[in-house]
């Protein structure tokens, strides 16, 4: 063994995290992000055409465009399931996102509809549901879930090729989780977003050292519970004015409690008091045309369930919203 290669013993001491010794999805391939994931798979794969919902980050488009691979556009109905109007063709992809992590009857249709070995199941908005076995893949975003730097989860058994380089660059996108837990989250704003550009890059590279140690120390039984709670709560005080519909049998673990709201003036309101609620699918604007579609992207406000937070939490989130009449 030689000296640079051996395990370091003295010195100063490294961040302490403990080892949970749970991580829920063991088999799994460990990329720098989802996106980089969806690329090692698509080079794996080498479908033809690659379908996509209208309501997707951007960011998904990059490994289509890195592989030189068509993609086509198609619409969701109002429960947010594929519309009837999708064909596969036989070297085709189908991307479908659990939206929230509520739609799990939505994933169980489409594997009957459609040959499950063209199904991409993107589950970046539901850490928590285990991945469907029929299915070609299932792709994770744990940034979504917990304060870590990078990191994207491939779940499938189609053999790729392996990644021998790792990601080095997780210490220049770990100030704004520092910045938040030391100080607040207006303190670390400017670098989260730096962060995410520094992800813009989709070449597949392995998780970095640090998320691959940080994710050994999460309570994942704990978060999950957690969420659950925090969702349920807000879902009985809420669910009578929220015209979002819900399966309540599919909240195990959500993202979020996504709550549409005709108020205007709310998600700013919720900002002026802290409560920090993002816009999902801002870039999708300019895809979707009809005026349901255009609601989802403005009038929905996913509310915070996540396990920083408790019963005091959600009633302060409930308060503001009960304010004046929605």
């Not at 590279?205 to 659950?228: C, P, Q, W, Y």
């Not at 969702?231 to 979002?244: D, Q, T, V």
């Amino acid at each position: 063994m030689s000296e640079s290669s051996a395990r370091p013993i003295g010195g100063y001491f490294e961040l302490e995290l403990p080892k949970s010794g749970k991580f829920p999805y063991p088999d799994a391939f460990k990329y720098q992000s989802a996106r980089a994931a969806f690329l090692a798979l698509l080079r794996a794969r080498k479908p033809k055409r690659v379908w996509l919902p209208k309501y997707i980050c951007d960011a998904m488009l990059m490994p289509l465009q890195t592989a030189k691979i068509e993609c086509i556009w198609y619409e969701l109905d109002s429960k947010l399931a594929v519309s009837g109007e999708v064909q596969l063709g036989a070297g085709d992809l189908l991307v479908y996102v659990n939206y929230f992590g509520l739609h799990n009857k939505n994933v169980g249709d489409l594997l009957k509809r459609f040959p499950p070995q063209q199904i991409v199941l993107d589950y970046s908005q539901s850490f928590f549901e285990p991945p469907a076995e029929a299915a070609l893949a299932t792709l994770y975003s744990p940034r979504k879930f917990f304060g870590v730097p990078d990191g994207g989860l491939l779940v499938s058994k189609l053999a790729g090729t392996p990644i021998s380089k790792q990601d080095a660059g997780s210490l220049g996108r770990s100030a704004h989780l520092l910045k938040r837990l030391a100080g607040s989250p207006e303190d670390g704003y400017a670098d989260y977003q730096h962060a995410e550009e520094g992800l813009s890059d989709s070449e597949p590279k392995r998780m970095s050292k640090l998320t691959e140690r940080i994710l050994g120390a999460v309570d994942f039984d704990g978060a999950r519970n957690a969420r659950h709670e925090n969702f349920m709560y807000l879902h009985r005080e809420l669910g009578s004015i929220n015209p979002f519909e819900i399966d309540v049998a599919a909240a195990a673990a959500p993202l979020c409690y996504p709550f549409m709201t005709n108020d205007p003036t709310l998600r700013q309101r919720m900002i002026a008091n802290r409560i920090f609620v993002p816009t999902y699918w801002a870039d999708a604007l300019a895809r979707v045309g009809d005026k349901w579609a255009n609601r989802m992207v403005k009038n929905l406000l996913p509310l915070p369930v996540d396990q920083r937070y408790d019963r005091k939490d959600m009633q302060r989130i409930v308060a503001i919203i009960q304010e004046r009449n929605i």
